[in-house]
C-alpha cells in the first residue's frame, strides 16, 4: 500500500514537473525545425513523379506550337484568315479559363487525395479526346472551322483544369524552399523533355508522309477539284499523300493521348499533396478580390510582365519556324529535325542552367539565358540558305528555351513577400499562378493571330513550292527583329524585379519563421486543450 502510494506520489510529482515553462517552449521550437525539415524533404522517387506530370503540358504544347499552325493551311486547306481566327480565339479563350479555373481551385475543399489532384484526374479523359479530334479532318468542308475552333478551345480549356492545379502543386509538395527549387529543377527538366517527345513524335511521323507541294509562284490554293482533266493523275497522287498525311497526324495524336494519361496517372499515385497548418486560418475570397489581390502586388505584377514579353518572344519563334524552314530556308524535308535538334539542345542546357542559377542568381541567369538566343535569331536570317549552320543556330537557340523554361517556373515561387505582408491571405496560390499562365497564353494567342494574320495580308499560297517575296520576309520579321525586341522589352522590366537573391533568402527566412509561430500556436493550443 505505501509503494502504490508512493508510486501515485512520484507520478503526480512527474506530471508537475512536466508542466511546460519558457525554457521547454524554447527547446521544443529549436527541437522543431529538424523534424519540420525532415518531413518536408522530398524523395527522388516523388521528384520525378512529380516532375513527369508536367510533360503532358509539354508534349501537347510543342505539338500544337510548331505544327497547328502549317497542319491548318497546308493538311486541312484552310484559307490563312479563318486559321489566324482558330489561333487567336482558342489561345484567347484558353486564357480566360486560367484565373477561373484557378479561382475554382482556390475555393475547392480539401479531399483524400488533396485539392489539386482530383482536378488532374478528372480533366484528363475529355482533354485527351478533344485533342485526339483536333487533327481529325472532318468529312464536310463547311464548317470546318467551327470543328477546330470548338475542340480547340474544348482541349484548352481541359488542358487548364490540368496544368493550373499541377503548377500550383509546387506549394504543397513541400514546405521548404529548396525542395521546391530542387522538384522545379527536375520538373522543368522533364518538360523540355516532354517537348522534345512532341517535337519528336509529331515531326517524325508526320514527316514520313509529307504532302507534296503545289508547284507555281502565285496560284490558288490547292484545290483538286480545280485541277484539269490533263492533270487527273497528279490529282490523283496528291489526294492519296494528303490522305498519307491525315493519317499521319491522327497516328501521331494518338500516340501523345496515350502518353498523356500515363503520365497523369504517374502523377497521381506518386505524388502526396501536402495541406500545410499556416493555410488554416486562410479564408475564400471573391474573383474580384482576387484580381485585387494579384495585381496589388507588386514584385508579382514587375515578375510576370517581363516574361509576359519573353512568352511572346518565343511563341511568334516557336509558332513560325516550321514555316520558316520549309519556305525561307527550302528545307521542306528537314524541318522536323532542326525542331528536334533546338528541344535537344534546351534539354541538355537545363542542368546548366540550373547550377547557373545556384551559383549566380536567378535574375542574372534569366538576363543570360534570355541574351544568348539573340544572335542566332540574328544569324539564321542573316546568311544564306545552309543546313549545317542551321543546326548550329538551333542548338544555340535551344539554349535561350532551357533558359525561358526554368527561369519563369524557378521565380515564380520566390514571389514570397506577399505572404509576408499579407499573414491572413494565404493558399491563394493557384490563383497566382493561374494569371501567369493566364498571361502567357493570352500573348501566345495573340502572337498566332497577328502572324498567321500577317501572312494572310501578304499573300501565302497554301502548299505552295514557293512563296512571294513578302511572305518570306514577314516569315523573317516574325523569327528574327519581332522577338528580339520583345525580349529587350522584357529585359528592361524585369531590371526593376526588386527581389535579387539577398532578399529572397532574407523573405525565405521569415515566412519559416512566420509558419512556425502558426504552428506553436496551433500545437499550444491543443496541449492546452489537453
Given at each position: ?176 524552399q ?37 508547284p ?5 490554293a490547292?484545290?483538286v ?43 497521381f ?35 510576370v ?85 542551321t ?12 533558359s ?100 529572397r ?19 499550444d ?6
Open positions: 500500500m505505501a509503494k502504490g502510494e508512493g508510486g501515485e506520489q512520484y507520478s503526480n510529482a512527474s506530471l508537475l514537473n512536466k508542466l511546460p515553462s519558457s525554457d521547454d517552449i524554447k527547446l521544443a521550437k529549436k527541437s522543431f525545425f529538424p523534424q519540420h525539415e525532415r518531413r518536408n524533404r522530398l524523395s527522388i522517387c516523388s521528384k520525378l513523379c512529380y516532375a513527369i506530370g508536367g510533360a503532358p503540358y509539354q508534349i501537347t504544347g510543342s505539338a500544337l506550337g510548331f505544327f497547328l499552325q502549317i497542319y491548318l493551311l497546308d493538311v486541312a486547306q484552310m484559307d490563312a484568315f479563318y486559321a489566324s481566327i482558330i489561333l487567336f480565339v482558342g489561345r484567347a479563350w484558353d486564357g480566360i479559363t486560367d484565373p477561373t479555373v484557378g479561382f475554382l481551385v482556390s475555393r475547392s475543399p480539401w479531399t483524400r487525395f488533396g485539392r489539386m489532384l482530383p482536378w488532374i484526374a478528372l480533366s484528363t479523359p475529355l482533354a485527351v479526346l478533344c485533342y485526339f479530334l483536333i487533327f481529325y479532318v472532318p468529312p464536310f468542308k463547311d464548317g470546318n472551322v467551327v470543328w477546330y475552333l470548338f475542340f480547340y478551345c474544348a482541349f484548352q480549356t481541359l488542358q487548364t483544369c490540368f496544368h493550373v492545379p499541377y503548377s500550383a502543386l509546387t506549394m504543397f509538395i513541400s514546405s521548404e529548396a525542395e521546391r527549387d530542387s522538384a522545379t529543377a527536375y520538373r522543368m527538366t522533364v518538360e523540355v523533355l516532354g517537348a522534345v517527345l512532341g517535337t519528336a513524335i509529331q515531326g517524325q511521323i508526320v514527316g514520313m508522309a509529307n504532302t507534296p507541294c503545289v507555281g509562284p502565285g496560284g490558288p490547292p484545290n477539284t480545280n485541277l484539269s482533266a490533263v492533270d487527273e493523275h497528279n490529282a490523283s497522287v496528291f489526294v492519296l499523300t494528303l490522305d498519307h498525311t491525315k493519317t499521319a497526324y491522327m497516328m501521331a495524336s494518338g500516340v501523345i493521348c496515350f502518353i498523356y494519361v500515363l503520365c497523369a496517372v504517374v502523377l499515385l506518386g505524388v502526396r499533396e501536402q495541406k500545410e497548418l499556416c493555410y488554416l486560418d486562410s479564408k475564400p475570397i471573391s474573383f474580384s478580390q482576387s484580381i485585387k489581390l494579384v495585381m496589388g502586388h507588386g514584385p508579382y505584377v514587375k515578375l510582365t517581363s516574361f509576359l514579353f519573353s512568352s511572346l518572344a518565343y511563341m511568334l519563334l516557336e509558332g513560325n519556324f516550321a514555316l520558316f524552314c520549309t519556305y525561307t530556308l527550302g528545307f521542306r524535308n528537314d524541318f522536323q529535325n532542326i525542331l528536334l535538334v533546338i528541344m535537344l539542345s534546351a534539354t541538355l542546357a537545363i542542368p546548366f542552367w540550373q547550377w547557373f542559377l545556384t551559383r549566380f542568381g536567378k535574375k542574372t541567369a534569366a538576363y543570360c539565358g534570355t541574351l544568348a538566343a539573340v544572335p542566332s535569331m540574328i544569324l539564321v536570317v542573316s546568311i544564306e540558305s545552309n543546313l549545317i549552320v543546326y548550329f543556330v538551333s542548338i544555340c537557340a535551344g539554349m535561350g528555351v532551357a525561358a523554361y526554368l527561369m519563369s517556373w524557378s521565380m515564380l515561387p520566390d514571389v514570397v513577400d506577399f505572404k509576408l505582408h499579407n499573414p491572413k491571405s494565404m493558399g491563394h496560390e493557384a490563383i497566382f499562378y493561374s494569371f501567369y499562365v493566364f498571361f502567357s497564353k493570352f500573348a501566345s494567342g495573340i502572337s498566332l493571330g497577328i502572324s498567321t494574320l500577317s501572312l494572310h495580308f501578304a499573300g501565302y499560297i497554301n502548299r505552295g513550292c514557293s512563296q512571294p517575296e513578302a511572305v518570306d520576309l514577314t516569315l523573317k520579321v516574325l523569327v528574327s527583329a519581332a522577338p528580339i525586341c520583345l525580349m529587350i522589352v522584357g529585359l528592361v522590366i524585369l531590371y526593376f524585379y526588386p527581389i535579387d537573391e539577398k532578399r533568402q532574407r523573405n525565405r527566412e521569415q515566412l519559416i519563421k512566420q509558419c512556425s509561430e502558426i504552428d506553436d500556436s496551433e500545437t493550443s491543443a496541449e492546452l486543450a489537453a
